[in-house]
């Protein structure tokens, strides 16, 4: 679709005057979102900002404001979620609390006026109307396909969770007090306008969300009003507010937010276990004794130099290292995306086609979703985690749409519940080299795969067959 005019503005320059609307450059404006691949996806979202500038320029280091003024981006965006679409979703049993939360911002606080059990909808909007409230519905990408499709690719593309959460706030209301947010944000502004306020941030890149009182955040360093179609981006720790002007019925906008607990130090305390066993394997310094009655003492004073000291020797062993063992940070993202989007049209997740040969050529499927796991465990074992098969769908025991991102009971599971419950197959180290083959390549020929036997070069197409991560061709 060609582009049309439209603007953009970059919201995060300091030399900007405070409390006046982002100076505005012409461009182009953005085609209707691309689901053809995760990067289209995410390239569409953000049109007209290049991927690279936008990597280079805004994320973790300032936000991005794009000020679309386009009749068919803003008629898409609506359809993603509206207010209209409440009185349908409360039929079908939502709580409070778990789905949805009223609040109001009052004296600088968040007031939670959220009454007990299921949501009526007459009550909903009677406190919507009457108390000003602001209704907060959790994760509705669990009851609307299109932002299913959406979050879908961007966990995809992102390789990290993606929630999200709508907010309709009344006119001349305000839903949540001055905050900041330990997750990467993207508003899309579906409904009426938003007025909102961005502050320099106290924690950059914050690990955790904090309300920030409003003598101690100083005067706003953006403000602007966002219309439907706009789109704006921020970093974790970006202190925020928005209220729904006088004269605006209500707001509806969507919170896509991603790459909670997903930095260098998350990953790296969740690798260090695995390193650790790998490296005490080879390395006898670490598997000395630590002193006597080292964890009953009060003073470790001479703990820091011995401990340096063999972190040294883990980073010469990490140097070295093919390949880090599977952390618990990849399970999670196992475990809890979402599934493949395929359409209410599309056949189970079932084997289907020709059976895999030795003389057969096979190529990969659902790439974004299939995953390559190392297990730290004395069988050195290669796990591969299937996708997970379509909501109403297929098997009720793969991830589920329904549940996504909603601290279910999966997350106490025990270490053996979380194995039973993820899809995959498991297979010796030594096949590692050949699922990277076939995860590498676009198309492979089975009797090529780097195995020593044919027999297992088919008896492994078959299994990866077997969960449809393959198809023959």
């Not at 979620?81 to 009223?102: I, T």
């Amino acid at each position: 679709m060609p582009k049309k005019g439209g603007k953009i503005a970059d919201v995060a320059k300091e030399s900007q005057a405070q409390c006046k609307r982002p100076k505005l450059d012409t461009a182009g404006s953005p085609s209707v979102l691309s689901f053809e691949s995760p990067d289209s996806l995410f390239r569409s979202l953000i049109s007209p900002i290049e991927e690279e500038v936008f990597f280079r320029e805004y994320w973790e280091q300032k936000p991005l404001l794009v000020q679309r003024n386009d009749a068919l981006v803003a008629a898409y965006y609506q359809s993603l979620f509206q207010l209209a679409h409440l009185k349908e979703l409360c039929s079908q049993g939502l709580c409070y609390g778990r789905d949805l939360n009223v609040c109001r911002c009052v004296n600088g606080k968040k007031k939670v006026l959220n009454k007990e059990g299921r949501v009526n909808y007459m009550q909903l909007k009677k406190d919507f109307d009457q108390k000003k409230a602001t209704i907060q519905f959790h994760q509705p990408q669990r009851f609307k396909e299109e932002l299913w499709k959406i979050q879908e690719k961007l966990e995809c593309y992102f390789g990290s969770l993606v929630g999200s959460n709508v907010y309709i706030t009344p006119q001349g209301s305000q839903g949540l007090p001055p905050h900041y947010d330990d997750v990467e944000v993207f508003i899309l502004q579906l409904e009426g306008e938003k007025h909102w306020r961005l502050y320099k941030p106290t924690v950059p890149l914050a690990r955790e969300y904090n309300v920030e009182p409003e003598d101690r955040i100083g005067s706003p360093t953006h403000e602007f009003i966002l219309k439907p179609g706009d789109l704006l981006y921020f970093p974790r720790g970006t202190i925020h507010q928005a209220d729904t002007p006088q004269g605006i019925s209500y707001s509806t906008h969507v919170t896509i937010s991603t790459y909670q607990n997903n930095s260098w130090g998350d990953f790296l305390l969740d690798a260090i276990p695995g390193l650790v066993f790998d490296a005490a394997k080879e390395d006898v310094a670490l598997r000395r004794s630590i002193p006597r009655q080292l964890l009953m003492q009060v003073d470790t004073a001479d703990c820091p130099k011995k401990l340096s000291s063999l972190l040294r020797r883990l980073a010469d062993s990490l140097e070295n290292s093919r390949d880090l063992r599977s952390s618990d940070m990849k399970k999670d993202f196992i475990m809890h995306r979402l599934p493949p989007c395929l359409g209410c049209d599309s056949d189970p997740l079932t084997p289907g086609g020709k059976l895999p040969k030795i003389d057969s050529k096979i190529r990969l499927q659902f790439r974004d979703h299939a995953i390559i796991t190392v297990e730290p465990d004395q069988e050195n074992a290669v796990s591969i985690r299937s996708p997970p098969c379509m909501a109403g769908v297929g098997s009720g025991s793969h991830n589920r749409r329904e549940t996504h991102m909603m601290g279910t009971e999966d997350d106490t599971a025990s270490e053996d519940g979380l194995t039973q419950q993820t899809h995959g197959l498991r297979f010796p180290l030594s096949y590692l080299d050949a699922l990277k083959q076939i995860w590498s390549s676009s198309t492979v020929n089975v009797k090529e795969l780097n195995l020593t036997s044919d027999e297992e070069k088919e008896n492994l197409a078959l299994s990866l067959w077997t969960e449809c991560l393959i198809e023959v061709l």
